[in-house]
């Protein structure tokens, strides 16, 4: 994508494949009734980066599954994530993620001894090994009020990671 273009999928899904790298603008997959879609950026060589450069969203969805290298750390190149899931699935190394203060989620790869930047999510988000639209289908409603920052009542669970919370 172009810098400043965008794609507006109103609930749908979208799915971008690349082979030498792929640079996403503004993609919104949130729907004006009804569910977001899910976003799947995939580059086979290349990285997976944000065509504008900024600390803006790049993508708006329910899920993201992100296939493919991020770029270097320090770039300024990464992506920012609006999505309640995701994950991230790198060609080899291990996925780390980081809390910052700032209430977003850092996620990067560690390939040997280089560290890539995966995405950086804005607000809650959970990080799944597994299909993301499984995940979300078996979700349950308190849960999706969890993930989109709503109070959720006592008695409810709320399934963080592998872990399950009785609140």
């Known amino acids: ?31 004006t009734r009804g569910a977001p ?5 995939e580059s086979t060589k290349g990285t997976i980066s944000d065509a504008n450069r900024d600390t803006a969203i790049d993508i708006y969805a329910s899920g993201v599954t992100m296939k493919g290298p991020g770029p270097k750390a320090g770039s300024g190149d990464v992506l920012e ?11 080899s190394g291990s996925v780390l993620r980081e809390s910052g203060g700032d209430g ?7 390939q040997g001894s280089s560290l890539y930047q995966a995405m950086v999510v804005v607000g809650p988000v959970t990080r799944v090994t597994t299909n ?5 289908s078996r ?17 409810s669970q709320v399934n963080y990671w592998s872990e399950t919370i009785d609140l």
Not at 12 to 30: F, H, N, P, W, Y
Request: no cysteine; net charge neutral.
């Open 1 to 31: 994508m172009a810098s400043g273009s965008s794609i507006r999928s109103l609930g749908g899904d979208v799915s971008l494949e690349a082979a030498t790298g792929l640079k996403v603008a503004d993609i919104d997959a949130r729907g």
């Open 37 to 41: 879609g899910l976003v799947n950026p």
């Open 81 to 91: 994530i609006g999505a309640h899931v995701v994950r991230i699935t790198p060609p």
């Open 104 to 110: 977003k989620s850092y996620f990067s790869v560690l």
């Open 132 to 136: 993301v639209e499984t995940y979300l």
């Open 139 to 155: 979700m349950t409603e308190s849960e999706l009020s969890f993930s989109s920052g709503q109070s959720i009542k006592r008695g």
